[in-house]
Nanobody
Framework: QVQLVESGGGLVQTGGSLRLSCTAS????????MGWFRQGSGKEREFVAVISWSGVNTDYGDSVKGRFTISRDNAKNTVYLHMNSLKPEDTAVYYC?????????WGQGTQVTVSS
């Protein structure tokens, strides 16, 4: 069983920065990708970012491209999401995931609120 725990969410002002972390525990393996989705209140789930096992390949949702950076530390089984130039539109619950082959595991989510 794989467990994912997010941390780092909170309240930040518009234009500020925040770093989210997600650490995997349990039966984890090599060669898995990790990433982030988010869901604002009353909105659909939105893809944020993903990073390959090697860290070489990354992808971002259009709404966060150029502002967010995803990274990982495989020794710690942790993925990070560095969020810069935050906007009120970034307010959402952020969920991390781990994907290996066709199986995807999800964290419980962490709230990010960006004030005006």
């Amino acid at each position: 069983q794989v467990q994912l725990v997010e941390s780092g969410g909170g309240l930040v002002q518009t234009g500020g920065s925040l770093r989210l972390s997600c650490t995997a525990s349990g039966r984890t393996f090599s060669s898995y990708s990790m990433g982030w989705f988010r869901q604002g209140s009353g909105k659909e789930r939105e893809f944020v970012a993903v990073i390959s096992w090697s860290g070489v390949n990354t992808d971002y949702g259009d709404s966060v491209k150029g502002r967010f950076t995803i990274s990982r530390d495989n020794a710690k089984n942790t993925v990070y999401l560095h969020m810069n130039s935050l906007k009120p539109e970034d307010t959402a619950v952020y969920y991390c995931y781990l994907r290996r082959i066709t199986t995807r595991y999800w964290g419980q989510g962490t709230q990010v609120t960006v004030s005006s």
